[in-house]
Every structure is written in C-alpha cells, then in structure tokens.
C-alpha cells in the first residue's frame, strides 16, 4: 500500500518511504544520476534517481523525461544534507501519468509578454505565478478575515444595474431581458443600503471599467472589497483603512514569506506599513507638488509634454494622477493618506467639509514605491437636501437615485467606507510592475482570451 | 464620557450606563412607558423609558418617534427578569439622529412580494432578512474555510469569456472593445488549468445565465464555488462533496442558531445532514421514478399536461427536472448523490465510465425537502483523443478549445471537481420557498432594481 503525500508535507515523512505525483519541472543527469525537480502545487521537490537503485530501463524514462510530464514518484525522504528545512526524495520507482504530446510551449529561455499571456493556462504552472497567486489568495483571505473578526456582515452587492449613474463611456452594457444593464464599477451604494440594516457590512466581487486605457495599473476586470459603516465620521474611515491594511499586510509577511522570497520582494519596505500612516490635506499635497515643480523649474528641468507644453504649476482644483501620487507617497516610508479634496473632484455623494464646504470629506490611500492610490473613500452626505442638490448639479437623473435618497429619508446616520482594489494591492505586495499578473486570467483593452 | 457598544454586547455590560445608536424597529407605550426595540445590526433590544425617569419632554418624543428613526440612547444594561441571556436598556436619556421623512413605506401589515422587492433596500431591514444575509454570510465563510483549510489555492476565474462554446442562448453578452464577449456561466475550464499548476484549488464568484425560466430555483446573477483537484476520481469527487457539504451545513447549525430560530427552520432536518449519504446510480434513480410511475398508473392518477399528453413513462435517457429531483431525494432524510448520467445529458468534458460508455462519471448531489440539485460534478476526460471528439460530437468550435486541450497535451492526470450553488444552499438550510430572498439584490427575470 503506498503512501501518497502532498511535497509540503515531507518534512513528516523523513525516513519514510512515500509517493509523489505531480509534473516535472526541471531535470539535469549525470551517466549514473538524474536529478527530477517534481512540482505538485503544494511544493516542489528534487527526486534523486540513481542508475544503480531502479535498474537501466527507469533509468532511461527519467532520463527522456520531458518537462511537464505528469508523474508519479516513489522513494525515501531524505533531509538534504546541507539546506536546513530542504527535503529530497531517493527514488525506488516512478511512472510516467501522462506524457507531453509535441513540446511544451513554454521553454526556459525569454519569453515576450504578449506570448505568455497567450499561454496564461500554462504559464500560471511556473514557480513565480504560483507564488504571485498563494499571495493573492493569502490577501483575499486577510481581507475576509479582518472584516469577518471586526463584526461587519458580508452583503454581496449585485453585478448588473440598471442605471448607467454617471455616464456609460466607462461602462459594459449587455441586453437585459430586452431593457439595457451595466456591469457594476462599484457596489458602495449598496453597501450603505446594507450598513443601514447591519451597522457594519462589505462587499467583495468583480468590478468592471470599460476605460480605453493601457497603463500597468488598469484592467477592466478587477476584484474591490468595499466597507461601509453607519455612524462612522472621516477619522474613523481613515482609522478604518489603516489599521486594515496594516493588517493584510502582515498575513502576508507572516504567511507567505517563502513565497516573497522567490519573487524577490524585499520584505523590509513592507514591514515598515505600520500605523500610524501620515494624514495630508489634499492642500498640503498640492505644496508638496508645488514644490517639486518650482525645484525643477529653477534647475530648468520642467517637463515639456509632447505638443510642446510647456507643464504648468500645480495649483488648488488639480487631480492626481499617477506622476503626482508617486511624487506625493515618495516623501513617505510607508502608505500616505490624503485628505480633505475639492468637492469638484470627487462624486455626489461625498459629504462636504463642514468647516470649508470647497471640500469634500474623502481621502485616498497612496501606497509606496509609486504604487499610487490602492484604497478610496470617505464620509457620505447623509442630508436628504445636500443628497438632492448633488444629484442635480452633477446633472444625474434623479429617479434612478430614488431608492438611495431613501435611506436619508428612513433614519439616515453619518456614515462613511472605502473601496481597496485588490489587484493593485497584490502588485504592490508582490512588487509588480504591472497588474496583469496579479490576476489568474486578466482581462485588458487588448486581451480577452485565454 | 459615553461607552458607545453593540447590542451583541450587551451581556458584558450589564449594570453599566452605556449608548447605543441604532434605527427604531418597534414600539408600544402605556402613559408612563414606553418601550423602544431598537436594532443596530448586531441585534435588537428593548429600551425601557419611563416618563417618571426621563421627564415629559424626553417622553414625547420616544412616545412619537416614527418606525425606523435613527437615534441614540443611553441607559443602564440590565438581565431581563425572565428570559435568560436577553438584556434590555433602562433609559437614562435619548436622541434622534435622522428623523422619518414622509412614511416608512413597509409597515407591519403584508406586502406583496412586489412590492417588497422593489423596496429591497429598505427589506433588508427586517429581522428575517437580517437573518438570511447572516446564514449567507456564515455559509460563504464556511465554504472559503473549509478550501482553505485543506490545502486548495483561490484562484478566481475571469468573469468576461471570450466564446460562446455552447450556444448564445442563455448567455449575456458585452460589447468588448469591439470584439464580442460573454459573461461567464461556470469558471470549471479556468479551475482545471489552475488545477494542472496548484494540484488543488478552488474559484468563487458570480456567475451568469440568461435563462428565459421563472421558477423558484433560478436567479440571472448567482454565486458559485467550484473547486477541481487534480489526481481525484469521481469517487474522491463524491467523498469530496459529502465532507464538505457536512461541514458547511454544521457551521450554519453551530454558529447561526439564532438566525435558525427567527427563521423558523426545523434544525432537526439538518442535523440530520450527516456522512454517509446515500450513492444511487442513474439507473437506479430512474427505476425510482418507474415505481412511482407505476404507482401513478394503476391508481389512475398519472398526470395529464395542460396540452392533453398524459405523462409517460420514465426510462434512461430522461433528463431530470425539480419534480423528478423531488421524487428521487423524498426517499432520503439527507442529501443522496445520483451518479453515472447518460453521456447524452452531459457536457463534452465529462469522462465516460470505463465499464459502461454510455454512462459520464457525472455526478449531482440532491438535497432533501425537494430543494433539488445544490452540487454538480464529476471526473473530467483527461485523454486528448477522447476529448477531441467530445468537441467533434458536440459540434463545438475546435478553436476555441484549444488552450483547453493544452491541458491534455501536457502532462494531463485524472482530475475532478464540482460547482455549489450558494442561493440554493442558502434556501435550503433557511427552509425558504425562493431563492429570491437569498442574496441582497436579487436579479430576475422582470427584476433588475434596485
């Protein structure tokens, strides 16, 4: 009776004499040996075969073996005799599962983006996605974790809307039934609905922007886990988000250390996200980004855009995008939260600054490293009155907002959340350059498939 | 200074003076009491004012205050004198926070569901809904546990598909930056590529059918779990399914009791969801259907269809609808795992029985109570040429398959999984008549809003 284990248990098994069965992943032979690196998903492991032990005929099936052959491997686990916490297996037998017809796609030698992508089905088998995903998987799960132990409900929020609220050049539409449906961009307004019937909820699913952009940072398939709580003001929504992230950010460093250390991330700039993060008014950051400007201006190295402008300086009104958050987070050793933006930038819902009513009362994580902006939110205008005038001047057409004016007409409470874009974080995390791997089959402007 | 708490707290505050802030659920008064069930989403107590305690004016306004107020109250927690483990708030003093605008519009007298339904957002309220979304809530954390908790990768497969592999029919379909694409029924072809990389592994999210059917048991938008494990049989499929099902409904009884309770659900019908569950055949299940045919016929009340045709008698081949599934599990007092379908009922990728090739090593687990089929599954075709003609005869397009058939070229193994419908297993262990109440914003045939 043989005794088939999973390769992250070996270390339970030494002395034993046990069964492996996973693929092959690499292999070098000598005339009397051949080393097999087996990957099973839960590990990888190199399988020592000498001609001597299993006779000249096994010998040649490991010797012939072609990369990505399925397999199953029997032998003794050994500790290996020089890396602590390394296992090897001495093999007895092994057998071929299932052979590779033609060649593997995928060789060891460069490959472009474009053709990997076409083989995502096949590239996800390599060491370095396999450990990008266990870190996607190990923050999804911190994610549902801490909301899960803070008290807050898990109020799934719908995928089609009915309504295209504020615009459809960013939406997917699909015929619903004969009337037309979008795919959601955001569940928040139905995470308040939520927290005004549970307190504390969030939602957490695939979101959807049919934007025309190609950046290291967009897909139009993405995953946001979106908190919201009743009678919650901005310092706690910043409170929120900060003690969360510290959080996330912890499991993984606690969990999947093996797993940063085959993607080469150098964990110390992750362990230095501890609370408490600085807090910056949006008009501190607009000096901070003056500043950087006259700096280039008197060493006359301004930058001219490619229809000869000239940039200009930064001032009040601005948005951010991602030059200005790398040079806003770069002052920082770990996430920066801005605070306090005009009202101009932000949506309807946003409730003003009581004490500057220019301002809206959101603020927006920007990671490190110039990941930009991972978490977004604030506090929502809890006034039936301030609601309606919003409605109308972001010229929104009021009735599809009935059923959300409704929940300052019932018992309304201040209440605010944030929406965290789980690709980003993963890319960030994992020290990414690019999103597209941080999703098992990422969806772009150019990529539909595989 | 106050102590602001949750209701479910309460019991570690008995004797203190503490707040709560909350929404007005209920109410009755006497002349000198009022009595103020006010609910926070943890729970909902009952606020006890007394005139003589908190003076006229304070009265009045707990006197008048309308369903559904938002407010603040401050009192001392006290054990209610008879029934044990509940507490109530003696009221030391009370504020509205958001007054009733207009009429709450769902008062205590029925509603149609209609009506209800396009008042979603503020149903969601109500104690019984309240409880559904908290059995939602335990029983995807439950599902997510129990994967993670033996040894599978989340790996979330894309929503946006670019083929429509099995006809458009019952698909949505999106304009893609100019290319056609569908959103996704099932992520099983993604979980087997993750399952060739991470051995074992599972995909979570919403899926999507355009079904013109209004029935009970169907919803456009429902969430699904498919977990694929690589070197797994049917009968490790099957073993698969019981464990975990056992082990979701277990969580539900231990840790929802309260919900249960509000719900009216008779638990003794759970409790009784327990390994071993029952394995029939296809075959045997259809002989089940015979008998009861039989019993039908000779004491003449075979059932005559609304165009005349009087029902005929069932023999292999028939697929099964929910009164077949009815028939089959009200001989079982948990659910019973019917096996080995005609291949002619299932799809390509199913592996035909080595012993008898008309049958697939399909499987589908049929919950009790007429809840019908809440698991789908089976062992998939892991030979190439055998899956190349399973395309051929299903008259799909080859090369839309083609990174499917990847998985067979290299290094295939036996592998199987299932997909769990988490509405039909929240109506199930809630005991309800719909799967409409069973996620928060439920979309429909005629249903897109709120």
């Known amino acids: 009776m043989e005794t088939i284990v999973r390769i992250d248990t070996l270390r339970d098994h030494v002395g034993e004499t046990v069964t492996i069965r996973g693929w092959l992943y690499n292999k070098r032979s000598s005339k009397k040996l051949v080393f097999l690196e087996v990957r099973d998903g ?3 492991v190199q399988a020592i075969a000498s001609r001597s032990d299993i006779g000249d005929e096994l010998f040649a099936v490991a010797d012939h ?5 399925s397999l199953s491997v029997t032998g003794e686990v050994r500790a290996h005799p020089k890396q602590e916490g390394v296992f090897e ?4 037998s092994l057998s071929v599962i299932g052979a590779v017809i033609g060649e593997y796609p995928i060789s060891p030698k460069d490959h472009g983006t474009d053709f990997l992508m076409d083989h995502r089905h096949l590239w996800l088998r390599s060491r370095r996605q396999n450990a990008i995903l266990k870190v996607r998987h190990e923050i999804v799960k911190s994610i549902r974790d801490y909301f899960d132990n803070h008290g807050f409900t898990l109020v799934d929020a719908p995928i089609f809307t009915p309504n295209a609220c504020e615009g459809t050049s960013t939406l997917f539409e699909t015929d619903y039934h004969g009337d037309k449906a979008y795919l959601t961009q955001s569940g928040q307004l139905y995470s308040e ?16 922007r049919a934007e025309k952009s190609k950046t290291r940072r967009h897909l139009a398939e993405f995953w946001m886990v979106e908190p919201e709580v009743a009678f919650m003001d901005l310092d706690g929504d910043m409170a929120l988000a900060e003690d969360f992230l510290v959080y996330v950010v912890g499991r993984v460093l606690e969990n999947r250390k093996e797993e940063l250390k085959i993607l080469e991330r150098d964990t110390k700039l992750l362990e230095r996200v501890q609370g408490p993060f600085p807090r910056i008014r949006y008009e501190e950051a607009i000096k901070v980004l003056q500043d950087a400007y006259d700096l280039r201006k008197s060493s006359g190295t301004l930058v001219v855009q490619s229809d000869g402008a000239v ?9 951010f995008g991602a030059d200005e958050e790398t040079v806003i987070s770069s002052a920082y050793d770990r996430p920066v939260i801005v605070h306090r933006y005009p009202a101009s930038l932000k949506a309807f819902y946003f409730k003003r600054d009581p004490e500057d009513s220019r301002l809206a ?6 990671a490190p490293e110039g990941y930009g902006e991972i978490i977004g939110g604030g506090q929502r205008e809890d006034l039936l009155e301030n609601l309606e005038k919003g409605i109308e001047a972001h010229k929104l057409p009021r009735e599809a ?30 020290g990414l350059g690019h999103v597209r791997e941080t999703i098992p089959f990422p969806r772009m402007l150019n990529r539909l498939g595989p």
């Open 42 to 44: 839960s590990g990888i």
């Open 65 to 69: 073996m072609a990369q990505e052959t």
């Open 89 to 92: 297996l001495a093999v007895k």
């Open 193 to 208: 609905a939520a927290a005004m019937s549970l307190g504390k909820v969030y939602c957490f699913g695939p979101t959807f």
């Open 311 to 319: 940039e200009r300086r930064p001032e009040f009104g601005d948005d």
């Open 361 to 366: 009362l959101g603020m927006d994580v920007l």
């Open 401 to 430: 907002f009935e059923w959300y004016l409704d929940l300052r007409r019932y018992g309304s409470v201040p209440h605010a959340g944030f929406g965290l874009g789980v690709e980003r974080t993963v890319a960030w995390t994992c």
